[in-house]
């Protein structure tokens, strides 16, 4: 049987599964198997929390899918964070930072990262605070790892809270103008 793969723009509010054996969570959460009927077997590669949005790949390919989540693709978000961010806190998170991981302290990896302009993204279904609760700035953060809630732990450890984050790319595949629940068949992700 041949594999099949899907690029999706994970919305905000979703959970980067397709179903759960947990009733009372099947009661109170959205899965993305709402958004478009995946065949069996298809899994996420790799995961977006509920509250974050944009790029997620998926996949039939369990070799695949490993080989995306176990080597050092490079994952691209776009990061509005709370107040002007400084250079000082640019350098940090680019050098890497101290995180908690499960408990543990954990060293971010260095990674690469840059103010940018306000990107040109589609409005989240869920309002963010606005312009009278103080400044914002936008940051794009690529990195190579994938720890739970990295990005956002690691823009609070600079003291610049995550407010809104879009995961534009993975290796080389980008957002490209989908909006929010928009899925695509490809013939191959990588």
């Known amino acids: 049987m041949e594999q099949q793969h899907f690029i999706l723009?994970?919305?905000y509010g979703y959970i980067s599964q397709l179903n759960s054996n947990d009733d009372r969570q099947l009661r109170k959460k959205k899965?993305?198997?709402?958004?478009y009927d995946?065949?069996?077997g298809t899994m996420p590669v790799?995961?977006?929390?509920?509250k974050s949005e944009g790029l997620l790949l998926l996949t039939t390919d369990g070799k695949l899918c490993n080989t995306i989540n176990s080597s050092s693709f490079e994952k691209e978000y776009y990061v509005q964070v709370d107040g002007e961010i400084t250079e000082k806190a640019i350098e940090q998170l680019s050098r890497g930072v101290p995180i908690g991981i499960h408990g543990k302290k954990y060293q971010t990896k260095p990674c690469k990262?840059?103010?940018i302009a306000p990107p040109s993204l589609p409005?989240?279904?869920?309002?963010?605070?606005d312009a009278r609760h103080g400044p914002t700035s936008w940051i794009s953060v690529t990195i190579?790892?994938?720890?739970?809630?990295?990005?956002?732990?690691?823009?609070?450890a600079v003291d610049f809270p995550t407010l809104r984050l879009v995961r534009i790319r993975i290796g080389n595949i980008f957002l490209n103008g989908l909006k929010p629940g928009d899925t695509i068949?490809?013939?191959?992700?990588?």
């Open 9 to 11: 723009f994970k919305p």
């Open 31 to 35: 899965f993305i198997n709402e958004l």
């Open 38 to 40: 995946f065949p069996s």
């Open 46 to 50: 790799g995961r977006l929390d509920e």
């Open 113 to 115: 990262v840059k103010k």
């Open 123 to 129: 409005e989240r279904s869920k309002k963010i605070r």
């Open 144 to 156: 190579t790892e994938g720890k739970y809630r990295q990005v956002r732990k690691m823009t609070s």
């Open 185 to 190: 068949p490809v013939n191959k992700l990588v």
